[in-house]
């Protein structure tokens, strides 16, 4: 949940919506439904990330993440001077 809360954050609703799309039968999406008891929590982190409060850590695993949802340009450094899609950082 935090991971896409970040991710939301940062490429905002309509990468949500893409996500709430290709996992819709997937319950552990659920709290992307308003309907759902978590749902509150996971608007509020995206408040705080927006606003700077609080980040999820980065892991090697946003890269692909982030492909699988097409998002541009997200990078994750797994190593110093090493970026997830295992290429050198420019």
Request: hydrophobic share 30%.
């Amino acid at each position: 949940m935090d991971k896409t809360a970040d991710f939301v954050a940062r490429n905002g609703i309509k990468f949500e919506e893409r996500i709430r799309e290709n996992e819709k039968s997937n319950p552990k999406f659920s709290f992307l439904q308003p309907t759902d008891p978590y749902h509150a929590y996971y608007q509020h982190r995206i408040k705080e990330i927006q606003e700077g409060k609080g980040t999820s850590p980065r892991r090697c695993q946003t890269a692909r993440y982030a492909a699988a949802y097409a998002c541009p340009g997200a990078l994750c450094v797994c190593r110093a001077g090493t970026a997830a899609s295992g290429g050198p950082q420019g």
